[in-house]
């Protein structure tokens, strides 16, 4: 579920895919997000130390700067850009990671009608 609880979407880790991906089907849509992003997003919001706006936008809208949407495409982040890997679908990052490391155990999530913010555990 997203973080406002708007939206229902299933997730799930291809580990026969190279590299292993995060597969996120929403509705009929199928995004691909490096897998990477599980260790990679929970080590960045440690070092954020404190809440981070998700900020989540779709590809061909800017990403709000120091969000975790901003990150997951920053050319300084481990993987020196995008972690959303399906041309035209590589955004939302900050719409479906989140939940998923709040399902995982690894961060705390708000879960507000809009403006949702997450931080490590």
Known sequence: MTAPGSSSYTMYRDEQADPPLLVCQVGATRLTYLAAAVDDLVSWLREQGDWVDLGA?????????????????????????????????????????????????????????????????
Do not use: C, S
């Not at 972690?83 to 708000?110: A, D």
């Open 57 to 121: 936008a779709d590809e061909q809208k800017p990403a709000a700067p120091g969000t975790v949407e901003a990150w997951g495409r920053d050319e300084a982040n481990p993987v020196g850009g995008w972690y959303g890997q399906r041309k035209g679908y590589r955004g939302r990052f900050g719409m479906y990671l989140p939940p998923l490391l709040e399902e995982l155990g690894l961060v705390e999530l708000t879960h507000e009608k809009r403006g949702n913010r997450v931080r490590a555990i």
